[in-house]
């Protein structure tokens, strides 16, 4: 069936898709419809257990509790939220827990300008907690995506045993699109492996440990094999999700590399210049970025923060490329061609 | 056998001789010996600190969180699987000062879980310094001209809801301890055992004790049992208060 629906309100129905049977939240702009509409199917279906915490520091830790308890678990938040989670996710690394963070990014830092729309929470996603960890991130362009993403988002947390940060915008989250939930091809949902507590006596502790679970605080060669384990399985699970969009155009000399809503303000420029879009935004998809940014002499990274991930993106290629920095929410194609006039120094069409 | 519980093969524990957290640990054991609790239908949540360790030392499924962030773990695991008792085994410094918020929500929620809360006055594992309940004017490492504030009330805390079931005892009060533990078990919503217990190295040798005998025996003088029916326990009482 055919109907209207918002990016924030597909989010929640993958989620359901997925099996997700956990929801720990606290409000916060511009997710908080994600928070709603858990409460309310709460409400309809008690086998899906709501809990609107006390912060999001709960919140965060309260999916790390549900998945160790077996269900599938997700919570849904923005910039000054997910900082709040940071701690969690680092701890959900430590003790490889699967679960979803989706967060729907607004302008910052601080409080910012809590309901327009930005990019700017991409290092965060990547390297917020502290420590080294191998986090899957994902940031679909349209609704339809929206619900699939989650989809696959929950996969990979299963696959990967790990938590995963599912990102959306103001702009995104808000969103509203005509789409048809039975026509998105999706992946099967991959189910749990490890079995729920109060099956065995095993202990799950954000402290290094070994394989029995075992507390190993000053030993080197665990915390080493630890990183190697992690790293080579997320690595496998990596080569599930090759997910990114590129459109070539021969007659240009330019790749403009855009993500999430960003990317889809830019498709009428595709005529004049390449485009490409990686969705799954880490781990990095660095042979494709190499193969499809080869054939252009400019780069263009078009973010709406202040070249977040060109930065990353210069570090895989190995050369400068063009920044252009969409801030204060407006992202559009005005913003868009205005940020290319300065960085390449021509009119854009 | 309640010692069929424990992981005596990785005992000796990483606690000092002397600290009253083995003594809280075993009358857990009884209790849940008693109760038939085991790992097919128990789990333990502690957090960070010495009392942290507690989780692993049981031959059941356990989780050692974040620190302060039991209760909301604890929480999600129970609303996930209500059939499960869920045990949170914490200091004072990590339910009351870093995981406070949760505490005080928590206990509004009235969530089925009980709480033992090892309350030794310091941050011991970290050197002795000041806690949510160390006492005024006491001297530790990170209060040299002596302790500013008034220690927080957790029994008034733990009240919050028109629900609550608090019981407040040493582990010089083997009997009672045992009892607190095991009434709270069987209390049908959030229940909170707060255990004044000594830490002899990093706070009790500061303040003048020689031994933890001496700490113990202080704790036989100091600390009297309320009156039955009692509705709010004293400074210096033991005993359980509740209301259903």
Redesign the interface.
């Known amino acids: 069936m055919r109907r209207l629906v918002q990016g924030n309100e597909a989010m929640f129905f993958g989620a359901v898709r997925a099996g997700a049977e956990f929801f720990a939240g606290y409000p916060i702009t511009p997710s908080s419809e994600i928070l709603m509409l858990a409460a309310e199917h709460a409400n309809r279906h008690p086998k899906f257990k709501f809990v609107q915490s006390e912060d999001e520091i709960s919140a965060g830790n309260a999916i790390m509790g549900a998945s160790l308890a077996g269900a599938k678990s997700f919570t849904a938040t923005s910039g000054p939220g997910f900082s709040l989670m940071q701690e969690a996710i680092g701890y959900g690394h430590q003790a490889e827990i699967p679960t979803v963070i989706i967060n729907v990014q607004r302008v910052a830092p601080g409080t910012g300008m809590p309901t327009m729309p930005a990019q700017q929470d991409i290092m965060q996603s990547r390297f917020g907690s502290s420590g080294d960890y191998y986090p899957f991130v994902f940031y679909p362009n349209s609704v339809a995506e929206c619900y699939k993403y989650t989809m696959v988002s929950f996969n990979a947390a299963e696959e990967s045993e790990s938590p995963v940060v599912l990102l959306s915008d103001a702009y995104l989250g808000h969103l509203n699109e005509v789409v048809d939930f039975h026509c998105i091809k999706l992946p099967r949902a991959v189910r749990r492996k490890r079995a729920p507590l109060g099956t065995g006596q095993r202990l799950f502790t954000g402290l290094v440990h070994d394989e029995q679970g075992r507390p190993r605080t000053a030993d080197a060669e665990t915390c080493k094999r630890w990183h190697v384990r992690v790293s080579d399985l997320h690595t496998k699970v990596s080569n599930r999700y090759i997910d990114f969009e590129f459109q070539p155009n021969l007659s240009s000399d330019t790749l403009i590399i855009s993500y999430g809503i960003v990317s889809r303000v830019l498709q009428p420029l595709s005529s004049q210049f390449a485009l490409f879009r990686p969705i799954r935004m880490f781990p990095l998809l660095t042979d494709e970025i190499r193969r499809c940014a080869n054939d252009y002499r400019n780069i263009v990274v078009m973010e709406a923060n202040d070249g977040q991930y060109a930065t990353i993106i210069e570090s895989v290629l190995k050369r400068d490329v063009h920044r252009v920095p969409l801030f204060g929410g407006r992202i559009n194609l005005a913003s868009a061609r205005a940020g290319l006039r300065k960085a390449l120094g021509r009119m854009i069409e | 056998m309640f010692k069929d519980l424990l ?1 005596l093969e ?1 005992f000796p524990t990483t606690w000092c001789p002397g600290c009253g957290l083995g003594m809280i640990m075993t009358q857990l054991a009884k209790v849940m010996d008693e109760l038939h609790l085991d ?5 333990i ?1 502690s957090g960070i600190g010495c009392t942290g ?1 507690i ?2 030392y049981f ?8 620190h302060g ?1 039991t ?7 129970k ?3 209500p059939e ?1 008792n869920v045990i949170v085994a914490s200091g004072d410094g990590d339910l009351a000062s870093i995981g406070g ?2 505490l ?2 928590v206990a509004r929620r009235n969530t089925n879980i009980t709480v033992l809360c090892n309350d030794n006055d310091v941050y011991g594992l970290t050197g002795g310094q000041a806690g949510p309940t160390t006492p005024v004017g006491t001297i530790t490492s990170s209060t040299p001209g002596g302790c500013k504030y008034e220690p927080i009330d957790l029994q008034n805390l733990i009240k919050v809801g028109t629900q609550y079931h608090y019981a407040k005892t040493t582990v010089y009060h083997q009997a009672h301890l045992r009892k607190c533990i095991r009434e709270s078990m069987l209390w049908q919503g959030f229940s909170f055992v707060n255990i004044t217990g000594q830490c002899i190295e990093n706070n009790g040798k500061r303040l003048g004790f020689k031994s933890a005998y001496e700490m113990l025996v202080h704790y036989r003088n100091t600390y009297k049992k309320a009156p039955d029916g009692a509705e709010t326990l004293g400074d210096n009482e033991i005993g359980i208060i509740r209301r259903e």
């Open positions: 992981k990785r790992h097919t239908n128990t789990t949540i360790r989780a692993g031959k059941l499924d356990g989780v050692h969180t974040l962030r209760l909301p773990v604890a929480e999600a695991i609303f996930v699987r499960l918020n949760h005080i929500h």
